[in-house]
């Protein structure tokens, strides 16, 4: 632990450093162990000069939240088409989701209007628009796509730690006594196993590539 500095000594401690402190935090510990005092244990400094950047309690667990979307949002301005570009965010917002499960209920729960979720939201807003998108279709495929991967993540995080580790692959199989009384089911499940894995989850896959179909043919 670092000793903790005096009030001169505060001046280089910034909004983002304190969301990584917290971030590293809630995942080591879970979201139970967030409190001011912890945080600033973490960053070596008295507790009441995170007020300073960070206002309230709620405020952090915005900025929590922020956070790990942030880490998914450059990659929809950087591709090639808006296709991509929607494909590559939800993919990497799976991936950040699936690396910070604590942030999980978050995620969830609060809708996290930060300044910085806006200005994210507005830049992929401008790279759809770009592609000939009215806003506010844009805006709805945005929001669809970043429902169904959340949805996903929480169906995963409800089954447990194997469902979770098993989203790297595939959903978990079923297994074979269990398929007795269900001939049909028996025969799917039997068909995906024998696929070759392609180290994604072939059900998020189908869904989104279904959705995004969708979303080119829609009216």
Avoid: C
Wanted: hydrophobic share 45%; proline share 6%; net charge neutral.
């Amino acid at each position: 632990m670092s000793p903790k500095r005096t009030r001169g000594q505060n001046a280089g401690l910034t909004r983002q450093a304190i969301l990584r402190a917290a971030l590293a935090l809630a995942d080591r510990e879970g979201l139970k162990a967030l409190s001011m005092r912890r945080i600033g244990q973490e960053l070596g400094v008295e507790a009441m000069s995170l007020y300073q950047h960070v206002d309230s309690k709620d405020a952090l667990l915005d900025g929590l939240v922020e956070q790990v979307v942030t880490q998914a949002a450059p990659l929809l301005t950087e591709a090639a088409s808006w296709q991509e570009g929607l494909r590559e965010y939800a993919h990497a917002l799976l991936r950040a989701l699936l690396a910070h499960p604590n942030v999980l209920p978050l995620v969830v729960s609060r809708p996290a209007i930060t300044p910085g979720n806006l200005r994210l939201m507005e830049e992929g807003l401008r790279v759809l628009r770009a592609a000939g998108l009215p806003p506010d279709r844009a805006l709805d495929m945005l929001y669809a796509v970043t429902g169904f991967v959340v949805g996903h993540v929480a169906v995963l995080a409800a089954g447990g730690a194997a469902e979770r580790a098993a989203a790297g692959t595939a959903m978990r199989d079923i297994p074979e006594p269990d398929l007795l009384e269900t001939p049909l089911l028996a025969e799917a499940t039997r068909a995906r196993r024998a696929q070759p894995s392609s180290g994604t989850d072939r059900r998020f896959v189908f869904a989104l590539e279904a959705m995004l179909r969708g979303f080119a043919g829609a009216p």
